[in-house]
């Protein structure tokens, strides 16, 4: 069995080993519940002989006849089974660590529990984590909290897709179907959005399109910020100018604060308003703008249409 799907295949064997940042569980603060104190002890010593390699030891934290069904759909029954897919890992890698971030731990019946959460496995390379969702449930046996059962999933890692899902209508490539001003006959505008991977961004690219030649005009990472609730861009000209800005949603429309810096160091704000007209066609324009404290006219409004 290849290493990683012997790491994937272990992912969510692991139970919360303390209340992690973030996690839906009882509040520190709060008197512990007794349930769910037992659980985290358990778990706490499931960690303790996961970082010491200690296959035999991992496996007796499952029932008799406990299983796991990984990612995969390979299935592990019993404590046997499953100590020899721990200890084929620990024989493949050494110094692998272990991190659980629960989000629920739900108490359906006084000797039963069910957890959900997401766990990733760390390798001392500095390789990217392997990560899995998982749900685990618990029976209570002779006052000893056990596994009966896991499953896991895959998880991509975390995403900021909600927030972004509403500029998704943007995603593909778009041409000006209105002459800038100014613009050199001939001259058209091409804009493209795309999803980065994860989709924690939308990247987008324009260029200038002249004939058979196209010149990269500006690049533009959106994202979410999650420390002010926003969407934001950043935005990087290919003459060295660069700017940021605020998305804010107002009806149909999207209403975009910015702070430019021109390549020759002048400072520009602007509000600029993005309108989703029909799948195909979306309008841009530029108002109160000022370059160094001095107000400019309104642009007019441009229309692009989508690429066909």
Sequence with gaps: MKTNTIIRSILPLAMACALPCGSTLQAATAEPDPQQAAIHKTAEAFVAAFHKGDAKA???????DGDYVDESGRVLKGREAIEKSFAELFAANNGLQLRIDVESLKFPAPDLAIEDGTSAVIAPDGTAPSRARYTNVFVKTDGKWLLASVRESADPGPSNYEFLRGLEWAIGEWLDDTPAAGAPAGEAGHVSFAWAPGQNFIISTRTADF????????????GWDAAVKHIRSWSFQADGGFSQSTWTRDGSKWLIKSESVLADGAKVT??????????????????????????????????MKRAE
Excluded: C
């Excluded at 991992?58 to 008799?64: E, N, P, Q, V």
């Excluded at 030649?213 to 690049?219: E, K």
């Design 58 to 64: 991992l496996a007796a934290f499952w029932a008799a």
């Design 211 to 222: 004939k058979d030649n196209s010149l990269l005009q500006s690049t533009q990472w959106i």
């Design 270 to 303: 602007s509000t600029n308003i993005v309108t989703p007209v029909d799948a195909a066609t979306f309008t841009w324009q530029s108002k109160e703008q000022k370059v160094n404290g001095q107000a400019l006219p309104d642009t007019k409004e441009i229309k």
